[in-house]
């Protein structure tokens, strides 16, 4: 269903000029995304519900494919100058959405709804830099961890510059956001799935490890890393850097502990 829109203070497109300052905060119950991958992946996941499309004029007919599997959704196009004054920058992807949020999943809720047997979980201890969340999503995603938790100081995952990082996991991959970290690893302690926190250095080298069949890999910020509390009651793992470098990038510590995993997994 396309609408044409002309100008930029259309009240039919308001909820998409919060772009000039933040996107939607949780409390909102809605969420924007932006890019091509990010709305193929959220119609294709079917998970949360979408209340409106907002195109620049040219992309309309490469995504009316896409558009096809959406035919009550409203969608609105419109000249890339109108897009671009709505959210004060330009928007060259000229691809956003507008979608619902999903009740919150509590940790132990989440926890719950997994299989039994072997499973890899990515725990987010205090991360507050969207692109590192959307990075660790898509890490995640790629080297098949089923779920991934935040605690309450880490940032929105469907922040819409995390889902564009994540190159849309963020909104495949189910998550639960809330909580300290040491609730979280309490709550992983009781359903039995081991955890191996990544430190910098004083820990054992991953390499050397074999993963148990549950097992939940923890991170923390750059900078301050994992309270020395949580690594206490967990196994603290480092990974072997050479040179004058003593950390790495979160997202990149990430990928290679999940990395590490997925591979000795699967020999």
């Given at each position: 269903?396309?609408?044409?829109?002309?100008?930029?203070?259309?009240?039919?497109?308001?909820?998409?000029?919060?772009?000039?300052?933040?996107?939607?905060?949780?409390?909102?119950?809605?969420?924007?995304?932006?890019?091509?991958?990010?709305?193929?992946?959220?119609?294709?996941?079917?998970?949360?519900?979408?209340?409106?499309?907002?195109?620049?004029?040219?992309?309309?007919?490469?995504?009316?494919?896409?558009?096809?599997?959406?035919?009550?959704?409203?969608?609105?196009?419109?000249?890339?100058?109108?897009?671009?004054?709505?959210?004060?920058?330009?928007?060259?992807?000229?691809?956003?959405?507008?979608?619902?949020?999903?009740?919150?999943?509590?940790?132990?809720?989440?926890?719950?709804?997994?299989?039994?047997?072997?499973?890899?979980?990515?725990?987010?201890?205090?991360?507050?830099?969207?692109?590192?969340?959307?990075?660790?999503?898509?890490?995640?995603?790629?080297?098949?961890?089923?779920?991934?938790?935040?605690?309450?100081?880490?940032?929105?995952?469907?922040?819409?510059?995390?889902?564009?990082?994540?190159?849309?996991?963020?909104?495949?991959?189910?998550?639960?956001?809330?909580?300290?970290?040491?609730?979280?690893?309490?709550?992983?302690?009781d359903a039995e799935i081991e955890t191996w926190s990544l430190s910098p250095s004083g820990g054992?080298?991953?390499?050397?490890?074999?993963?148990?069949?549950?097992?939940?890999?923890?991170?923390?910020?750059?900078?301050?890393?994992?309270?020395?509390?949580?690594?206490?009651?967990?196994?603290?793992?480092?990974?072997?850097?050479?040179?004058?470098?003593?950390?790495?990038?979160?997202?990149?510590?990430?990928?290679?502990?999940?990395?590490?995993?997925?591979?000795?997994?699967?020999?």
């Open positions: 269903m396309l609408i044409p829109i002309s100008t930029a203070d259309d009240l039919r497109i308001a909820p998409y000029r919060v772009l000039k300052d933040r996107d939607l905060d949780r409390g909102a119950g809605r969420f924007i995304i932006e890019g091509v991958i990010a709305l193929e992946q959220l119609i294709r996941a079917g998970r949360f519900a979408i209340d409106s499309v907002f195109l620049s004029e040219k992309r309309v007919e490469a995504l009316a494919p896409l558009l096809a599997q959406l035919p009550h959704t409203p969608v609105y196009t419109a000249p890339q100058p109108v897009m671009d004054g709505l959210a004060g920058y330009h928007l060259h992807r000229g691809v956003l959405a507008l979608a619902r949020r999903n009740d919150d999943l509590t940790t132990q809720q989440l926890l719950a709804s997994l299989p039994a047997g072997p499973l890899t979980l990515l725990v987010l201890v205090g991360l507050s830099n969207h692109d590192n969340v959307g990075g660790c999503f898509r890490n995640a995603a790629a080297f098949g961890a089923s779920a991934v938790l935040l605690d309450e100081t880490s940032c929105d995952p469907l922040y819409r510059k995390s889902i564009r990082v994540s190159s849309g996991a963020a909104l495949t991959l189910p998550f639960a956001h809330g909580g300290d970290g040491a609730s979280l690893l309490a709550a992983l302690a054992e080298n991953l390499t050397t490890l074999a993963p148990p069949p549950r097992l939940a890999l923890v991170l923390g910020a750059e900078g301050p890393g994992l309270p020395a509390d949580l690594m206490a009651r967990s196994r603290r793992v480092s990974i072997a850097m050479a040179g004058a470098m003593d950390s790495l990038n979160v997202a990149t510590a990430g990928a290679i502990a999940l990395a590490h995993v997925f591979t000795r997994r699967d020999v």
